[in-house]
């Protein structure tokens, strides 16, 4: 499921980008969402939005935020020679995964032809999580952008 999850949100990706071209170029957009199946709750995001599970009352974060102040992300992106500046990818992108934003993806390198080579500074593959689903203490879950996010806390 995790596999074909991460397969998913990138083929998506890559299906706006040949599709749109490039309005794909400068525009993006973050994604979270949860599928259950059985016992098990799927959770795959990136970006800000998030999913929170109301487990008897209390919040539990099913998914985590791809912000360019978070340690692994930031590593990622410094490992592809992309730089961090005011907690944004290049000084402007505030998340690290999105779908579309593709000048953060792709370098065109016109002494090639204008060959594209991939930057990976911003990357649509989500995060996958995995999770226990109990009907007898799992309430709802909220899957809502970061605008509510940043008034409130999960």
């Known amino acids: 499921m995790q596999r074909a999850l991460k397969k998913s949100f990138v083929d998506l990706d890559e299906l706006y980008h040949n599709t749109l071209g490039s309005i794909s170029i400068k525009c993006g957009s973050t994604c979270v969402m949860v599928l259950i199946v059985g016992a098990h709750i799927f959770c795959a995001n990136v970006g800000d939005s998030r999913a929170v599970l109301s487990r008897k009352g209390t919040a539990v974060n ?7 102040s978070r ?3 930031v590593a ?4 592809n020679d ?3 500046e005011f907690s944004r990818v290049g000084g402007r992108l505030a998340v690290t995964r999105a779908f579309g934003d593709f000048e953060f993806k792709y370098q065109i390198d016109s002494s090639k032809g204008g060959i594209k080579i991939r930057k990976n500074l911003v990357i649509s593959e989500p995060e ?3 999770y226990t689903f109990d009907p007898s203490e799992d ?15 999960s």
């Open 62 to 68: 099913l998914s985590y935020d791809h912000k360019a």
């Open 71 to 73: 340690p692994d992300e």
């Open 76 to 79: 990622r992106i410094n490992k």
């Open 82 to 84: 992309g730089i961090i």
């Open 128 to 130: 996958v999580r995995m």
């Open 139 to 153: 309430e709802f879950i909220v899957l809502a952008s970061d605008g509510l996010f940043d008034m409130f806390k």
